[in-house]
Antibody, heavy 120, light 107 residues
Framework: EVQLVESGGGLIQPGGSLRLSCAAS????????MSWVRQAPGKGLEWVST????????YYAGSVKGRFTISRDNSKNTLSLQMNSLRVEDTAVYYC?????????????WGQGTLVTVSS | DIQMTQSPSSLSASVGDRVTITCRAS??????LNWYQQKPGKAPKLLIY???RLQSGVPSGFSGSGSGTDFTLTISSLQPEDFATYYC?????????FGQGTKLEIK
């Protein structure tokens, strides 16, 4: 059974940093691209970032480029998102999502999400 | 960036009704269109990928169609568990944008 469990969310002041993690199990982690998708309170879904199975290729949304860094440790089946220079508008539930098959961008399994609140 | 526009934004329907939700892309995305269902407080669930392919385990009452810029998600006969918010997502190019969502409510 595929499981994705996010952690690391919390309350942080504007300008601060936070690191999210996603522990994966139930599939061959290194064979699949992984992504982060966020959802501001009461709002829709926003894709944040994607990383290839091997970790060598990454993509970012314009709203987070230069501030967020996606990474993965295939030896530990863990996906991470380092978030720096956080803004109030980064407040959201952050989901990690597994890519389906050989795709990069069809998200067939999602974690339960971790809430990040950026506020003074 | 490719803009995805869903209509309607909300919809009231009854159990047993046939429902169609539309998604329009701001440019052609071939068939790189996916549909997700999200219930309150839960993560999204993949329903349809590549415009018309049913994800494993999803009931056959869900179907998708379209190509280019215009796409539809159809639920043939609404079940109580189908009341949720539905999102389309283009997987043609980054950023992988979502529609604003369609909230399906019980009439």
């Amino acid at each position: 059974e595929v499981q994705l469990v996010e952690s690391g969310g919390g309350l942080i002041q504007p300008g601060g940093s936070l690191r999210l993690s996603c522990a994966a199990s139930g599939f061959t982690f290194s064979s699949h691209a992984m992504s982060w998708v966020r959802q501001a309170p009461g709002k829709g879904l926003e894709w944040v970032s994607t990383i290839s199975g091997g970790g060598g290729t990454t993509y970012y949304a314009g709203s987070v480029k230069g501030r967020f860094t996606i990474s993965r440790d295939n030896s530990k089946n863990t996906l991470s998102l380092q978030m720096n220079s956080l803004r109030v508008e980064d407040t959201a539930v952050y989901y990690c999502a597994k890519a389906s098959g050989s795709s990069w961008n069809i998200f067939d399994y999602w974690g339960q999400g971790t809430l990040v609140t950026v506020s003074s | 960036d490719i803009q995805m526009t869903q209509s309607p934004s909300s919809l009231s329907a009854s159990v047993g009704d046939r429902v169609t939700i539309t998604c329009r892309a701001s440019q052609s995305i071939s068939n790189y269109l996916n549909w997700y269902q999200q219930k309150p407080g839960k993560a999204p669930k993949l329903l349809i990928y590549d415009a018309s392919r049913l994800q494993s385990g999803v009931p056959s009452g869900f179907s998708g169609s379209g190509s280019g810029t215009d796409f539809t998600l159809t639920i043939s006969s609404l079940q109580p568990e189908d009341f949720a918010t539905y999102y389309c997502q283009q997987s043609y190019s980054t950023p992988y944008t979502f529609g604003q969502g369609t909230k399906l409510e019980i009439k």
